[in-house]
């Protein structure tokens, strides 16, 4: 079936430092990507999306490229700060039919001053 | 409401009684979901509801877990006969399947705590 792989955590970052969270999936139709975020004592929102090959999903400062070739849609940010510290989570919707949004385990990130 | 409402939002509860919790969709959306999230854990999946269709219930952990959505809205996850194990915050999420593309909406998430 469908699945998220994303990069294990914690990641520790100084503040203005660049960010790469990777995340690959495996699909068998044309899924949408998402990248989900958890800050501290809240509930999950989403941060961007990508919806086909190529696409672009950007918010914040983040950015993530839809690459259908390499199954991949990594987070990326030029220069994180403290407020960025959170948990992040890559996510598929299989676009295909009745079968549900998948998630990826997450990813903490910790970034000190 | 303007977006997912679970309740209550913390729960404590003594192991072996039943807890019940409670998630209120946003209003049209076609698919509900239910995970948990133990202490600094991922997302588990517990159960999915899309439609009219039967539910899928691959995730829930034991028979003691189960859950139900009446009328296509609102959905009550059950836990009976509670163990410690069970403490985690469970998170309810709802969207529009009906449409390409579409991503989830998440609520605060109920966090129980068995004692």
């Known amino acids: 079936g469908d699945s998220v792989t994303q990069m294990e955590g914690p990641v520790t970052l100084s503040e203005e430092a660049f960010l790469t969270i990777n995340c690959t999936y495996t699909?068998?139709?044309?899924?949408?990507l998402f990248w989900y975020v958890q800050y501290p004592g809240e509930g999950l929102q989403l941060l961007l999306k990508?919806?086909?090959?190529?696409d672009k999903g950007s918010n914040k400062g983040f950015e993530a490229t839809y690459r259908k070739e390499t199954t991949s849609f990594h987070l990326e940010k030029g220069s994180v700060q403290v407020s960025d510290s959170a948990v992040y989570f890559c996510?598929?919707?299989?676009?295909?039919?009745?079968?549900?949004?998948?998630f990826g385990k997450g990813t903490r990130l910790s970034v000190i001053a | 409401g303007a977006g997912v409402s679970q309740s209550p939002s913390n729960k404590v509860t003594e192991k072996g009684k039943d807890v019940e919790l409670r998630c209120d969709p946003i209003?049209?959306?076609?698919?509900l979901y239910w995970y948990r999230q133990s202490l600094g854990q991922g997302l588990e999946f517990l159960i999915y509801?899309?439609?009219?269709?039967?539910?899928?219930k691959s995730g829930l952990p034991s028979d003691r877990f189960s859950a139900e959505r009446t009328g296509g809205s609102v959905s009550t996850l059950t836990i009976q006969r509670t163990q410690q194990e069970d403490s985690a915050v469970y998170l309810c999420?709802?969207?529009?399947?009906?449409?390409?593309?579409?991503?989830?909406?998440f609520g605060q998430g109920t966090r129980l705590t068995v004692v």
């Open positions: 999420a709802s969207s529009y399947l009906g449409a390409q593309n579409t991503e989830a909406f």
């Open positions: 699909a068998t139709g044309y899924p949408s």
């Open positions: 990508a919806t086909k090959a190529d």
């Open positions: 996510a598929l919707n299989p676009n295909s039919g009745n079968t549900p949004l998948v």
């Open positions: 209003s049209g959306h076609t698919a």
């Open positions: 509801f899309q439609g009219n269709s039967a539910p899928d």
